[in-house]
């Protein structure tokens, strides 16, 4: 069981467990209000995450959202709080609501590929037989920035958008430099393969590095990146991106020349980011 984090004393947060695909919460407590980023994926999530969080004297009074996948937003329910998020959200939200999750529902969108293997595993396990699922819909959207003051602290809330979901936002908490980035720099992942493309990449990157953040928390990673943890990510988006525009798509060429750019054999996750790319245009010259 993941327990309730103390980054800061206004900076909270429940560590992602992976095996059913629950997200990092976070909480960002000002001295006239709490921000709570993302709903988790259940009632039993949302829930756990308010109680620690009473434990200690926190109460939320908003909730925002990072994006409209469903082990971010299962919860909204349960938490029960005015609600924060991209338009774009709020109207996936609203497609939701008028899906079964029963496990013939669930069966028909593995085989339309409208849903992962790895997701419908994740949702058995965390909910069972008991998919009692209600998706309230956000209070207040934006499209482009907003901030919010929450007494003493503030948090910008931006749209970035990139390959894993169109709707993907970023929180940014300035006297605390910490960014909250949701799901957005992970690839795209339904249907068909794991995937970058090269626009989306390159414009998330450039939009990212306007902030000056000392501790980045990725959604489904189990701790915070540091500063230089996360310009790697970044700088690894980029060059990758930009070899395969350079390279033509050539899977050993790019290698060697990322190779040859760290001046080191290839990690895992390096190879698995080339791939990506490699899927991606794949699937750009299928559509």
């Not at 909204?76 to 609203?94: A, F, N």
């Not at 849903?115 to 998706?135: D, P, S, Y």
Request: proline content about 3%; glycine content about 6%.
């Amino acid at each position: 069981m993941q327990k309730l984090t103390k980054l800061s004393e206004r900076i909270l947060y429940l560590p992602p467990y992976q095996e059913t695909d629950r997200p990092i919460l976070g909480a960002v407590v000002g001295s006239e209000r709490t921000l709570l980023i993302d709903a988790g994926n259940s009632s039993n999530h949302a829930r756990q995450f308010r109680e620690e969080l009473l434990a200690i004297g926190v109460k939320g009074d908003w909730l925002a959202l990072t994006h409209h996948h469903w082990d971010h937003v299962f919860g909204i329910k349960e938490v029960g709080l005015p609600t924060i998020s991209h338009s774009m959200t709020k109207q996936k939200i609203t497609e939701m609501q008028n899906l079964s999750w029963t496990d013939s529902a669930l069966e028909r969108r593995l085989h339309e590929k409208t849903v992962t293997a790895f997701a419908l595993k994740a949702i058995l396990m965390e909910f069972g037989n008991e998919r009692n699922i209600e998706l309230s819909l956000p209070h207040l959207t934006f499209e482009t920035k907003l901030t919010l003051d929450l007494g003493g602290i503030s948090c910008v809330i931006e749209h970035v958008g990139g390959d894993h979901a169109d709707d993907s936002i970023i929180l940014y908490i300035p006297e605390e430099k910490v960014l909250f980035l949701g799901d957005c720099l992970y690839a795209y992942i339904s249907p068909g393969p794991w995937s970058y493309t090269i626009e989306k990449s390159l414009q998330l990157v450039e939009h990212l590095r306007q902030f000056d953040a000392e501790f980045v928390f990725l959604s489904h990673h189990d701790a915070p990146l540091n500063r230089d943890e996360f310009h790697y990510e970044l700088s690894l988006l980029q060059k990758v991106a930009m070899l395969t525009k350079q390279c033509d798509g050539d899977e050993k060429l790019i290698s060697q020349q990322l190779s040859t750019h760290f001046n080191r054999e290839l990690t895992e996750d390096e190879l698995e980011t080339i791939s990506f790319f490699m899927n991606g245009l794949q699937m750009e010259e299928l559509n």
